[in-house]
């Protein structure tokens, strides 16, 4: 609990106290109202304060402004009438309590947000003079070498030039499982560094990096509020003042009905007691607290899986998802292309990789990265001359003095070479050796471990259809999807192609349903825009992923979309439970209270007991349970 939570605790326990003392005093008259008048005081001096400010500012109608009148008015029907103070006392008592719980489920949301905000680093340290330095992440400029000590978070994206590590990144992606990082390795913001000191080259300045764009996300969340919510707000501003109006309607006019037309008593403090009450029952703090808690709660449990959701308005869009369309590289397969085959070869097969690693070893696409990492060593560059480059076909290079031609079948017809085609699916690497085919090495991306069981997560909680889109080969696309499961694959497609695919599954689709497009956000910007929920695969380093997403994965695990999923629809359905739940018990104790049927001690359950029994059922939004 913090200082103001303590306080009013203490507060409680003090007129609680004072209430159960005086209830055993038998003191009457002038006496015994000054007596109540102290716990009374005790408990509910603020929201006295705060209803008068209210009035004072036109801003009337609110739970404040409904708690003064009914319980002043309790007061004063004690005063005229049988002296009874207990119910006043213990209406403001019940509803201060209800606040307590209401503000500490708040500081448990807020709680589980802060500790993603803990990322937020505090300094970086610059080398002066053989002297560490801390100045503020804001002034390093980008090229600048920070040092990172263990323990400390690394304050700005770079580059490590010195040094290896092992990183905490649960902050960031939700998982427990550290991170190596050595020499040349790309290194995020909002990691904790746990081993090694390491020296860092930014590449970002700090407003520009993973961690304040993060940050940003997170502190804009709670601004974009869902359907439901601003429904409630909308609810709260009508249904007040007309439950104010209906009180008043209701100490008046039965009355003056019964005295002016059917000529009997009019019971006034009868009637006046009855609106008094229906005041209390129909305080709406159930719906207005609890239902933006419940978001509130439902973005903390998320942010603690390391799912950042952009705001309570996507968490409710997430939650009627019933197609989920998949980009290929980097989100079902982890976007790093290895050698997976090598045939026909008339050489070994460490002799033709050495073959195609050095002819290639200029050369930085992912392909050429792929042949070095089968070669497994630095290429000597000095044993590499009469380098040609031949855009859409592949290089041509003397090796040692042996001219290589390493590329695809169009470089093989090229040069006059007779090749040999491949039945196995990814990319082909024909290699001739001074004009001679020597063989061909097949490369291909790497599905990711978590993507089949993904897809089965997805079916599982409903999600009946799953589309691939990439701009692979038709081949390479077809086996990616049957190995996975997925229902439906379009290849050999441009990012203009894309948007226009999913403009036609939106099309097909029913109206209610929702299509979400998870993506690397590097490429998918435009897709990821233009579906109903865009989400953000492998985070981590991607400024277009934070800026285009709707939601945003802090790892690259497709697991999390069926969790996020979960989430969203565990939150609504909370949500939807406090709402007829509130609303129910309201309307029935609001007759009960208009008949004469409920007293004041049933109003203080239909206020206070409801909204304590909502705002606990919101705090549920904050677990989740392991898929």
């Excluded at 002066?128 to 804001?138: A, M, N």
């Excluded at 004469?596 to 919101?618: K, P, Q, S």
Aim: include cysteine; charged fraction near 25%.
């Amino acid at each position: 609990m913090n200082k103001k939570q303590k306080k009013m605790l203490a507060r409680i326990i003090i007129s609680a106290l004072l209430l159960i003392g005086l209830s055993l005093v038998p003191v009457e008259g002038l006496l015994r109202f000054i007596l109540y008048l102290v716990p009374y005081l005790v408990i509910g001096y603020d929201i006295l304060i705060k209803a008068g400010k209210g009035i004072r500012n036109r801003q009337v109608f609110d739970e404040n402004f409904l708690m003064a009148v009914a319980t002043v008015g309790a007061i004063i029907i004690a005063v005229t009438g049988d002296g009874d103070y207990t119910e006043a006392i213990a209406v403001m008592l019940f509803y201060q309590i209800g606040e307590l719980f209401q503000s500490y489920a708040v500081g448990k949301s807020r709680r589980s947000i802060s500790e993603l905000m803990d990322i937020r680093p505090d300094h970086a340290n610059i080398e002066k003079d053989g002297r560490l330095e801390q100045v503020d992440p804001d002034e390093v400029e980008p090229g600048t070498v920070i040092v990172v000590q263990p323990g400390e978070k690394v304050p700005i994206d770079g580059i490590v030039e010195e040094g290896s590590s092992t990183l905490n990144t649960s902050a960031l992606t939700g998982e427990s499982l550290p991170r190596e990082v050595s020499d040349g390795e790309e290194i995020v913001s909002g990691c904790i560094n746990m081993t090694g000191v390491l020296k860092i080259r930014t590449t970002k300045e700090f407003g520009e990096s993973t961690v304040s764009k993060i940050l940003d996300l997170v502190e804009n969340a709670s601004s974009r509020k869902s359907r439901s919510e601003a429904f409630i707000s909308k609810f709260a501003r009508v249904y007040t003042p007309a439950v104010c109006g209906s009180a008043l309607a209701l100490a008046v006019l039965p009355p003056l009905v019964r005295l002016l037309i059917m000529g009997v008593s009019p019971e006034w403090g009868d009637w006046i007691y009855r609106a008094l009450t229906f005041l209390v029952i129909s305080c709406p703090c159930a719906l207005v607290i609890s239902i933006p808690l419940s978001f509130f709660a439902g973005l903390g449990g998320a942010s603690k899986e390391g799912v950042l959701v952009k705001g309570s308005n996507y968490l409710e869009t997430l939650s009627q998802t019933k197609c989920v369309v998949f980009d290929k590289t980097g989100t079902l397969t982890q976007g790093v292309f290895e050698v997976n085959g090598i045939h026909h070869n008339e050489l070994e097969d460490a002799k033709l990789i050495e073959y195609a690693a050095l002819a290639e070893s200029a050369s930085s696409h992912p392909i050429s990265k792929s042949l070095q990492k089968a070669y497994g060593k630095v290429p000597d560059r000095s044993r590499v001359s009469d380098i040609r480059e031949i855009s859409g076909n592949g290089i041509i290079a003397a090796v040692d003095g042996t001219e290589v031609a390493a590329g695809n079948s169009k470089l093989m017809e090229r040069i006059g070479v007779e090749y040999i085609s491949c039945h196995s699916t990814g990319t082909i690497i024909h290699i001739a050796l001074n004009r001679r085919y020597a063989g061909h090495i097949v490369i291909s991306d790497v599905v990711k471990p978590t993507s089949g069981e993904a897809i089965r997560a997805l079916r599982e909680i409903g999600v009946k259809r799953t589309v691939m889109l990439t701009g692979d080969a038709r081949p390479v696309a077809d086996r990616v999807a049957a190995e996975l499961g997925i229902n439906e694959v379009y290849s050999e497609l441009l990012p203009a192609d894309k948007v226009e695919k999913v403009e036609e599954l939106i099309a097909s689709k029913p109206d209610k349903d929702k299509l979400a497009f998870v993506g690397d956000g590097i490429n998918d910007a435009p897709v990821l825009s233009r579906a109903d929920i865009g989400i953000a695969m492998g985070a981590m380093g991607s400024d277009a992923a934070i800026e285009a997403a709707d939601v945003v994965l802090m790892d690259d695990d497709p697991m999390k979309i069926a969790k996020a999923v979960k989430i969203s629809r565990k939150c609504i359905r909370i949500v939807y439970e406090n709402i007829w739940f509130a609303i129910g018990v309201k309307l029935i104790c609001l007759g009960l209270g208009a008949l004469g049927i409920a007293n004041m001690w049933l109003a203080v359950f239909a206020d206070v007991g409801v909204m304590i029994i909502a705002v606990l059922n919101a705090v549920r939004a904050l677990f989740v349970k392991k898929l």
